[in-house]
């Protein structure tokens, strides 16, 4: 298993409040993403990263920042948690996404988001 | 930007049979990946099978293997002999081929909960 860990596995928390989740990997990969699962959406993607300081917006970005200060963490943050944020979180690493034979996506275990 | 549907939401297979989940997407890119992810109750997401859009060959994984057909956007997965362990959600993927452009990272369809029945 790719060593990815996430931080924390589960929360809940009011809304209003600010929510910062963690994702730690230990393989070096240069791309880290994070996406949200949520029933009958699959995965979307929110953000994600290309290198260090280097970060991009996805489908669902509205709401999230996100930030990589170093290569094995990638935070996610939201600012002032909202109830249509309550899902559940993973975060993933590539080596190379766009070469071939090389470009699988390992996820983490999860975060489960509630905001009551 | 491209979109992935799964129409079959849940399906239900006996024991040793094969069973075939349909995949299609919506692209205007000509270099791109598929893949087929699975999801047991644990929550984990696992690679099954992967596809290059250049590749002719359809891909296989032991009793895995794809349908790809590139002019219709379909890319179905077949599961042979399947097993007790198959049961889980399996979630169709779209990738571009490259950086840049926007839309990076994979794009997923809404899945399909697959049970296989003793």
């Known amino acids: 298993d790719a060593g990815i860990t996430q931080s924390p596995r589960h929360k809940v928390t009011e809304t209003g409040t600010p929510v910062t989740l963690r994702c730690h990997q230990t393989?070096?990969?240069?791309?880290m993403y994070w996406y949200r699962q949520d029933p009958g959406h699959g995965l979307r993607l929110i953000h994600y990263?290309?290198?260090?300081?280097?970060?991009d917006k996805g489908e669902v970005s509205d709401g999230y920042s996100v930030s990589r200060s170093k290569t094995e963490d990638f935070l996610l943050t939201l600012e002032s948690a909202t109830s249509s944020q309550t899902s559940v979180y993973f975060c993933?690493?590539?080596?190379?996404?766009?070469?071939?034979?090389?470009?699988?996506?390992?996820f983490g275990p999860g975060t489960r988001l509630t905001v009551t | 930007a491209q979109t992935v549907t799964q129409s079959q939401p849940e399906m239900s297979v006996q024991e040793a049979e094969t069973v075939t989940l349909s995949c299609t997407y919506d692209?205007?890119?000509?270099?791109?990946?598929l893949f087929w992810y699975k999801q047991p109750p644990s929550r984990q997401m696992i690679l099954v099978i992967r596809?290059?859009?250049?590749?002719?060959q359809n891909a296989t994984e032991n009793r895995f293997s794809v349908n790809f057909q590139k002019a219709a956007k379909s890319f179905s997965l077949k599961i042979s002999d399947s097993q007790l362990g198959d049961t889980a959600m399996y979630f169709c993927?779209?990738?571009?081929?490259?950086?840049?452009?926007?839309?990076?990272?994979?794009?997923f369809g809404k899945g399909t909960h697959l049970i296989i029945q003793p």
């Open positions: 990263s290309y290198g260090v300081k280097d970060t």
């Open positions: 596809q290059e859009a250049y590749k002719q």
């Open positions: 692209t205007s890119e000509n270099n791109y990946y």
């Open positions: 993927a779209f990738m571009k081929g490259y950086s840049g452009g926007g839309a990076d990272g994979l794009t």
């Open positions: 993933a690493i590539s080596h190379s996404p766009y070469r071939s034979g090389d470009n699988e996506q390992y």
């Open positions: 393989e070096n990969h240069r791309y």
